[in-house]
């Protein structure tokens, strides 16, 4: 009898654990309060954690006295939660023996151009800049660095700016109304008839005229995968236009190149000022023809020139410009203004830093495509139809002095030092994150990848340099439970 | 040792549960499981008791 009480009572005791285990699991993946905060130790990457993955890829990664270091860039980690949420604040700690000028984390919003949500781990130049020059703040943390102080507050500064050329931006979208004002439509049809590769951006500008813009596509069928064509029109940042054409044949990789069609942007009455043109598409899309009635046109950061390409030239404002093949038969001296970037390995980047040319501009010249060309300014075909509407970036690759900048905005948080690692702080909106999509599960997952830049850690560049990354700590907000019943109860409404 | 053998079976019967109840969560939701707890270990538990039962059985 006693035996039967005793085996009943541990019967009870054990569903019971079991129940609250249950519990638990449950409570911490529904979060009821909307917050979870997850940690993880980038330093000693033995120890397993479902929520924040170790940083990949392994070989620019060293172990120096059992403290993993990161010895190339960029690297990446992906943080994964049991729900959705709107907001991440993440607090990393780090410790950086080479003083490397900048820093910076990334969370990937759209994979077809792996466009990424770049946020400030530490930016040298600022963190200069707020020690000798006068700082004002703004009412949402925003940063005005004032070469001689002049204005009292963020808000007078951006009511009556000073010209567009003594500001410099880091991580902060200054709306500058950019007017061009000697500017004359023209009737002239332009044409761009070197083949371009892939997804690209670019500025045009439209005044009195309307907007006309023809391209035409080939698909080169090098990768077995669906290749839709995406073409987007944006006025300050707002999509206002979209076109699209569907892939509606099978998935093939033979190799056989394809007639796309074409697609075409054509808008009338639109507003004085800048647009940007957006093209999505994988690297089997070549666009083989543009033909533009706007005068002006510039390739914004990044551009593919396609294999069957000769005698290139562009023309770029940026300081630093990078090229890279991943075709032997493209492997060749690149000159840019009056600097020759040696272009003699494939699937290498390499790189040009011009301090003097940043305002003249310089010409490149190929002799050969295939090429993908990169650099943070906007490349052109012609001189007559080259516009530059961005402010210059404050980064290193600026020389403030020389550029005469006397105004810096920024939204920035110098980092905080504590027991000799460096603290730094930054928020990300995860809710339009890009979350994997796995074929055996329903929905989307909640795996999100993120990406750290440092820009001057390169692998091959013979400099042994190196960053520690150690506890990062990611405090993720969204809805609350009762909100969510509230959202769904009202919707049904 | 009859004693020590329904102690056993009560873990083994909670152990089953267990085994069921977090695989239709897994399967129900990825991760809820997974992210606090290895599924290895109850299994492996779970074995052992069913082993010992089985050859300590009257």
């Known amino acids: 009898m006693l035996k039967n009480f005793f085996i009943q009572k541990l019967r009870v005791l054990l569903w019971l654990i079991l129940i609250g285990i249950v519990c638990f699991l449950l409570y911490q993946a529904i979060a009821p309060d909307g917050k979870a905060i997850y940690t993880y130790n980038f330093s000693q990457p033995n120890k397993v954690n479902y929520f924040i993955g170790e940083l990949k890829p392994k070989d620019r990664l060293k172990i120096i006295n059992n403290i993993q270091s990161v010895i190339g860039e960029p690297v990446y980690f992906f943080l994964r939660t049991l729900r959705k949420f709107d907001k991440a604040k993440i607090t990393l700690q780090y410790q950086n023996p080479d003083d490397l000028p900048l820093i910076e984390m990334g969370l990937l919003k759209g994979k077809i151009i792996w466009r990424y949500d770049l946020k400030p781990i530490t930016n040298k130049t600022l963190n200069q800049l707020i020690m000798a020059w006068s700082t004002v703040y703004g009412a949402n943390g925003e940063l005005l660095l004032e070469r001689e102080k002049k204005y009292q507050t963020f808000e007078g500064f951006l009511k009556n700016p000073p010209p567009i050329n003594e500001i410099a931006t880091y991580n902060y979208n200054f709306k500058n109304n950019y007017l061009l004002p000697d500017y004359q439509p023209t009737d002239k049809e332009n044409k761009i008839n070197q083949p371009l590769r892939g997804s690209y951006q670019f500025y045009t500008y439209i005044k009195n005229e309307k907007l006309d813009l023809e391209f035409s596509f080939f698909d080169i069928n090098k990768n077995k995968d669906n290749d839709p064509i995406e073409l987007n029109l944006y006025y300050q940042d707002k999509l206002i236009d979209s076109k699209r054409l569907d892939d509606k044949d099978a998935p093939v990789d033979d190799n056989k190149k394809i007639d796309r069609g074409k697609l075409r942007l054509n808008s009338n009455d639109l507003t004085e000022g800048v647009y940007k043109v957006e093209l999505l598409v994988n690297d089997d899309i070549i666009t083989n023809q543009i033909i533009s009635k706007q005068s002006k046109l510039s390739f914004i950061n990044r551009l593919w020139i396609a294999e069957g390409a000769k005698n290139i030239e562009l023309k770029t404002d940026g300081n630093i410009v990078s090229a890279q093949t991943i075709n032997p038969d493209s492997l060749q001296t690149i000159k840019v203004g009056d600097n020759n970037l040696i272009l003699d390995k494939t699937y290498q980047q390499f790189k040009i830093f011009n301090k003097k040319n940043f305002n003249a501009g310089a010409l490149i010249k190929l002799d050969k495509g295939d090429v993908i060309l990169s650099g943070n300014g906007v490349f052109s075909f012609d001189q007559n139809s080259f516009i530059e509407p961005n402010i210059k970036k404050a980064d290193n690759s600026l020389d403030i002095n020389a550029n005469k900048i006397n105004y810096v905005l920024a939204k920035y948080q110098a980092p905080k030092e504590n027991n000799g690692w460096q603290i730094a702080e930054m928020e990300f909106d995860i809710a339009d994150a890009y979350r994997e999509k796995n074929v055996f599960q329903l929905g989307d997952t909640n795996k999100m990848s993120f990406l750290i830049s440092i820009p001057d850690l390169k692998m091959d560049d013979n400099i042994d340099d190196k960053i520690i990354f150690g506890k990062i700590t990611i405090g993720l907000s969204g809805k609350s439970l009762l909100d969510k019943i509230k959202t769904i109860f009202y919707e049904k409404k | ?58």
């Open chain 2, 1 to 58: 040792m009859k004693k020590n053998n329904r102690v056993l079976k009560e873990f083994f019967y909670v152990l089953t549960g267990t085994l069921a109840i977090f695989s239709l969560l897994e399967l129900a939701w990825p991760g809820v499981v997974l992210a606090y707890i290895n599924i290895n270990w109850v299994l492996i538990f779970w074995l052992i008791i069913g082993i010992f039962l089985l050859l300590f059985s009257d």
